[in-house]
T-cell receptor
Framework: GENVEQHPSTLSVQEGDSAVIKCTYS??????FPWYKQELGKGPQLIID?????GEKKDQRIAVTLNKTAKHFSLHITETQPEDSAVYFC???????????FGTGTRLTIIP | DTAVSQTPKYLVTQMGNDKSIKCEQN?????MYWYKQDSKKFLKIMFS???????INETVPNRFSPKSPDKAHLNLHINSLELGDSAVYFC????????????FGQGTRLTVV
């Protein structure tokens, strides 16, 4: 089965600084690489995703970069704001992947 | 209009009781999941269903029995509740098995006392 790890497990950054979370996976067949944000008391929600034919994707202050050779992808958040405080999960998969495995999670805290 | 809805949001019950959590999605998705999230926030998959058929049972005790009466519903029944069952349970759905976005419900916080 897919082994999915995230680093770091906790991250505190000053408001306005950047944050980077890395996800490493084991299944070389994975071709869909999403990041989810879970706010307190809610379910995880997709914030950005990338497919394996693209190396980088950006949406305003968030970006995802993919290194398929090394089997890792990262979430980048620039100009962090207090509302970015949450737990972030990656969940690499491919079509037909019946077991949707989530990463170990990263708790991001933005310090005002 | 809520895409994936779970009821109840909170459930407090005594050890040994039997309880159910309901989940419905109005997205027309083929695949539905149940996840258990522990106090450390790990999201562990319990069951995957595709078109009402069970496709993954991730070594969950047989006290947990999912039921999918139709493609839009996936309910979770738990018998003989134990203290270790206390967690947040999430239902999710996606258009297909893998390779696409998963949509989560708001979660059900189960507390067994």
């Amino acid at each position: 089965g897919e082994n999915v790890e995230q680093h770091p497990s906790t991250l505190s950054v000053q408001e306005g600084d950047s944050a980077v979370i890395k996800c490493t996976y084991s299944d070389s067949a994975s071709n869909y690489f999403p990041w989810y944000k879970q706010e307190l008391g809610k379910g995880p929600q997709l914030i950005i995703d990338i497919r394996s034919n693209v190396g980088e994707k950006k949406d305003q202050r968030i970006a995802v970069t993919l290194n398929k050779t090394a089997k890792h992808f990262s979430l980048h958040i620039t100009e962090t704001q207090p509302e970015d405080s949450a737990v972030y999960f990656c969940a690499p998969s491919n079509f037909g992947n019946e077991k949707l495995t989530f990463g170990t999670g990263t708790r991001l805290t933005i310090i005002p | 209009d809520t895409a994936v809805s779970q009821t109840p949001k909170y459930l407090v019950t005594q050890m040994g009781n039997d309880k159910s959590i309901k989940c419905e999605q109005n997205l027309g998705h083929d695949t539905m999941y149940w996840y258990k999230q522990d106090s450390k926030k790990f999201l562990k998959i319990m069951f995957s269903y595709n078109n009402k058929e069970l496709i993954i049972n991730e070594t969950v005790p047989n006290r947990f029995s999912p039921k999918s009466p139709d493609k839009a519903h996936l309910n979770l029944h738990i018998n003989s509740l134990e203290l270790g069952d206390s967690a947040v349970y999430f239902c999710a759905s996606s258009p297909q098995t893998g390779g696409s976005e998963a949509f989560f419900g708001q979660g059900t916080r189960l507390t067994v006392v």
